[in-house]
């Protein structure tokens, strides 16, 4: 694998996150290439990558950054085995706007998707009341949101109190099953820094036009495409 981000504390973590962890996972990290943002060219990292002749990409992008790595590999003519960017540019609405069909086929990581509700009803029962409210689909922003407010809730009511303290104490015996939420977690359970030790994401590729969840397998619409098609297939 090869990684490729922006020269931020959030890339530079991502890409020593994945180098600890690929080789635990049998994997071998044959290039890193980080820029500074607004990159004014990724044709130099691109080209250092594919010399290193990676299965996989794994990127920490912004939308600029995302846009420009899309028109990047089309003009090389080079479609890697595959492209997997860390919840980044690529999730933006306008990514697809912008690069249409180019964008096809590349992976993402997502704290939440709406295609879960085609696997678990919940998820579309809720998004369902959102619409009627809104006009519009949840994101992961929402639901997100919308799991902190039903976790306090549960914090509360289990306090019977709306003391500081006693809610402090609940929350923090907080345990939620995945049954009761809409997002791709098995549950909600805090650890001793007051993070849930069950959150989860789940993968998504892009495909006619629309974020598919192709992993976790359990929450899974649509059959992974690997490797991707090269440009003159798509």
Same mark, same amino acid.
């Given at each position: 694998?090869?990684?490729? +981000?922006?020269?931020?504390?959030?890339?530079?973590?991502?890409?020593?996150?994945?180098?600890?962890?690929?080789?635990?996972?049998?994997?071998?990290?044959?290039?890193?290439?980080?820029?500074?943002?607004?990159?004014?060219?990724?044709?130099?990292?691109?080209?250092? /990558?594919?010399?290193?002749?990676?299965?996989? !990409?794994?990127?920490?992008?912004?939308?600029?950054?995302?846009?420009? !790595?899309?028109?990047?590999?089309?003009?090389?003519?080079?479609? &890697?085995?595959?492209?997997?960017?860390?919840?980044?540019?690529?999730?933006?609405?306008?990514?697809?706007?912008?690069?249409?069909?180019?964008?096809?086929?590349?992976?993402?990581?997502?704290?939440?998707?709406?295609?879960?509700?085609?696997?678990?009803?919940?998820?579309?029962?809720?998004?369902?009341? $959102?619409?009627?409210?809104?006009?519009?689909?949840?994101?992961?922003?929402?639901?997100?949101?919308?799991?902190?407010?039903?976790?306090? +809730?549960?914090? !509360? =009511?289990?306090?019977?109190?709306? =003391?500081?303290?006693?809610? +402090?104490?609940?929350?923090? @015996?907080?345990? !939620?099953?995945?049954?009761?939420? /809409?997002?791709?977690?098995?549950?909600?359970?805090?650890?001793?820094?007051?993070? =849930?030790?069950? @959150?989860?994401?789940?993968?998504?590729?892009?495909?006619?036009?629309? $974020?598919?969840?192709?992993?976790?397998?359990?929450?899974?619409? @649509?059959?992974?495409?690997? &490797?991707? &098609?090269?440009?003159?297939?798509?």
């Amino acid at each position: 694998m090869a990684l490729l +981000a922006e020269d931020s504390e959030a890339g530079a973590t991502a890409n020593q996150v994945a180098k600890e962890m690929a080789p635990g996972y049998k994997y071998r990290v044959v290039a890193t290439e980080t820029y500074h943002y607004p990159p004014a060219s990724l044709s130099a990292e691109l080209l250092r /990558i594919k010399s290193a002749n990676p299965d996989l !990409i794994m990127g920490l992008n912004l939308f600029l950054d995302s846009l420009m !790595i899309v028109r990047t590999l089309k003009e090389m003519r080079w479609a &890697p085995r595959g492209f997997l960017e860390h919840n980044g540019g690529m999730m933006v609405p306008d990514f697809l706007k912008t690069v249409g069909k180019d964008g096809h086929f590349f992976l993402s990581r997502a704290a939440w998707a709406l295609g879960m509700g085609r696997r678990k009803a919940l998820v579309a029962r809720v998004n369902d009341l $959102y619409r009627k409210r809104y006009g519009t689909d949840m994101d992961d922003i929402n639901a997100r949101s919308f799991t902190a407010m039903l976790t306090l +809730a549960d914090g !509360i =009511n289990r306090a019977g109190s709306t =003391n500081g303290e006693a809610i +402090a104490k609940a929350l923090r @015996a907080t345990s !939620i099953p995945g049954s009761q939420l /809409i997002m791709p977690w098995p549950g909600v359970e805090f650890d001793e820094k007051g993070q =849930n030790k069950l @959150a989860a994401s789940v993968m998504v590729q892009i495909l006619d036009g629309e $974020y598919k969840i192709v992993w976790p397998f359990d929450l899974a619409e @649509a059959q992974l495409v690997w &490797p991707f &098609p090269s440009w003159d297939k798509r």
